[in-house]
């Protein structure tokens, strides 16, 4: 794969949010390549990150793009600002690779 650039490009070039940037469209396939791949409250967490990122206009821009609710990137946000852990369980089951 070519190597990729994670630079925003200018807003003028496809968004209407003001000053905020858009991703290029390659950025953008990868975006949702991974997010497709997540479970529902990394998908979560991940649309956050993304939209914190990003500032004003994030969220909407995030959730048009990944196509999820903006009240999801929020609850996300809330989450990661939070002081509870984000830990939520294990993936997978003790002792699988032999090791114990």
Not at 7 to 22: L, T
Not at 42 to 53: G, H, Q, S
Not at 76 to 100: C, H, P, W, Y
């Amino acid at each position: 794969m070519a190597e990729l650039c994670y630079q925003a490009r200018c807003s003028e070039c496809s968004i209407k949010e003001g000053s905020m940037d858009a991703y290029a469209p390659e950025i953008e396939r990868v975006m949702k390549r991974l997010y497709d791949s997540l479970g529902e409250k990394d998908r979560r967490r991940y649309a956050a990150v993304e939209a914190t990122k990003l500032g004003h206009g994030g969220i909407e821009y995030v959730a048009r793009l990944l196509g999820c609710d903006p009240k999801t990137i929020r609850q996300g946000q809330s989450e990661l600002e939070g002081t509870d852990d984000l830990d939520s369980g294990r993936v997978r089951k003790r002792g699988a690779g032999g090791n114990g």
